[in-house]
């Protein structure tokens, strides 16, 4: 997939969960920034692209918010998306397996690709958003809490922000 593709589902996550955006959009575009660093050690969607890698990371540094956001960005954002494509990406090296979804039926530059790009961002921004943040006055709500401020300000404990943390509604 391209870029702006992977930075309008990175930053529609980040943005549906309450999570770092600069973290969760930095990666989702971060495996191809490797390549680009690294051309002659890293090959297009070889190790900077391992599923299992990347899964690893992400339990690793769970507990350490703005690098778990990076993680999420990085296999949400990125290797979810690369996945839909027939080329997919590699469980845990290039020579090895391969995850394709669905068949990898979205070609990358395509109007497909750019349509459920554009359908995550607009289903995130424009209908999941306005959801959040906190009631209005005097009516009923299906908004979403701010569930990371309440625990900064004591108002839950850390259990409870746990447990819901990553609720949309």
Not at 59 to 75: E, N
Not at 145 to 157: A, F, N
Request: glycine share 12%.
């Amino acid at each position: 997939m391209t870029w702006i593709s992977h930075l309008a589902v990175g930053s529609g996550i980040g943005y549906v969960f309450d999570l770092n955006l600069v973290a969760v959009t930095s990666g989702s575009i971060l495996p191809d920034l490797l390549e680009m660093v690294s051309p002659v050690h890293l090959k297009h969607r070889g190790t900077s692209h391992s599923f299992a890698l990347h899964a690893i990371c992400l339990a690793l540094f769970w507990s350490i918010v703005p690098m778990r956001d990076l993680w999420i960005g990085i296999i949400l954002g990125h290797l979810i998306c690369d996945a839909l494509t027939p080329q997919g990406v590699p469980i845990l090296s290039d020579q090895g397996y391969k995850i394709t979804l669905f068949g990898g039926r979205i070609r990358t530059g395509s109007l497909a690709e750019f349509t459920l790009a554009g359908f995550i961002f607009f289903l995130s921004f424009l209908l999941i958003g306005p959801l959040g943040g906190s009631s209005k006055p005097g009516g009923t709500t299906l908004e979403r809490r701010k569930w990371g401020e309440l625990h900064k300000k004591g108002v839950i404990d850390k259990r409870e922000y746990f447990e819901h943390r990553f609720k949309v509604l």
